[in-house]
């Protein structure tokens, strides 16, 4: 019996539709570490109480997305961290305060939300907009802005549910480069948020 070699895959465009994105680009902020321990527990028990099915992510890569600056297959475009970075750098704001009070799922994924607006956090998040596109990124900046920390990724839709708040003080705000599928967060730059 002879065997037949498996077919070979046909490119499409010089192949750059024909591979997953591996990597994704993004600034967030991180909960503090008692903010961080109480996401963990409350994880464990929505697990326990059946209400959150899906795996919990990890306690390390727990956190706010401000801006998704892109995804990429193999490697991110040279030019990107650098501007990214720079317009990162060129912000002087003081820290603010996000309080997280209610849970629940919506297109497969588990969100840690809030009740309130969060307007500081909604306008620094302008302001480092602003200074993204000002860095030429205009293109990687716009979107609905819904503030959440994701829990679990393995879930389906859920009604939303008050829980005990949840809340820190942002004090810093990180690129991030983000190795999809393999639960791997690298931190690309960090800046500090001051009095």
Same mark, same amino acid.
């Given at each position: 019996?002879?065997?037949?070699?498996?077919?070979?895959?046909?490119?499409?465009?010089?192949g750059a539709f024909d591979a997953r994105p591996?990597? #994704?680009?993004?600034?967030?902020?991180?909960?503090?570490?008692? $903010?961080?321990?109480?996401?963990?527990?409350?994880?464990?028990?929505?697990?326990?109480?059946?209400?959150?099915?899906?795996?919990?992510?990890?306690?390390?890569?727990?956190?706010?997305?401000?801006?998704?600056?892109?995804?990429?297959?193999?490697?991110?475009?040279?030019?990107?961290?650098?501007?990214?970075?720079?317009? $990162?750098?060129?912000?002087?704001?003081?820290?603010?305060?996000?309080?997280?009070?209610?849970?629940?799922?919506?297109?497969?994924?588990?969100?840690?939300? $809030?009740?309130?607006?969060?307007?500081?956090? #909604?306008?620094?998040?302008?302001?480092?907009?602003?200074?993204?596109?000002?860095?030429?990124?205009?293109?990687?900046?716009?979107?609905?802005?819904?503030?959440?920390?994701?829990?679990?990724?393995?879930?389906?839709?859920?009604?939303?549910?008050?829980?005990?708040?949840?809340?820190?003080?942002?004090?810093?705000?990180?690129?991030?480069?983000?190795?999809?599928? #393999?639960?791997?967060?690298?931190?690309?730059?960090?800046? $500090?948020?001051?009095?």
């Amino acid at each position: 019996m002879i065997e037949k070699e498996p077919p070979t895959r046909q490119l499409t465009l010089g192949g750059a539709f024909d591979a997953r994105p591996n990597r #994704r680009l993004f600034l967030g902020i991180w909960p503090d570490e008692p $903010a961080a321990n109480r996401m963990t527990m409350l994880m464990r028990l929505l697990r326990r109480d059946g209400i959150m099915p899906g795996k919990p992510v990890e306690t390390d890569r727990l956190h706010l997305t401000l801006f998704h600056l892109g995804d990429f297959v193999d490697h991110i475009p040279p030019s990107l961290i650098p501007a990214v970075q720079t317009a $990162a750098a060129s912000l002087r704001r003081t820290p603010l305060d996000v309080v997280f009070d209610r849970i629940g799922g919506t297109r497969g994924q588990f969100l840690l939300r $809030a009740s309130d607006p969060l307007v500081a956090l #909604r306008s620094f998040r302008s302001i480092l907009g602003s200074a993204l596109i000002k860095a030429g990124l205009g293109r990687r900046v716009g979107g609905a802005f819904t503030p959440h920390v994701t829990l679990s990724y393995d879930f389906s839709d859920a009604p939303e549910m008050p829980i005990e708040p949840i809340g820190w003080t942002v004090r810093e705000f990180h690129l991030v480069e983000s190795l999809l599928g #393999r639960h791997r967060h690298i931190r690309l730059g960090g800046w $500090a948020l001051e009095p």
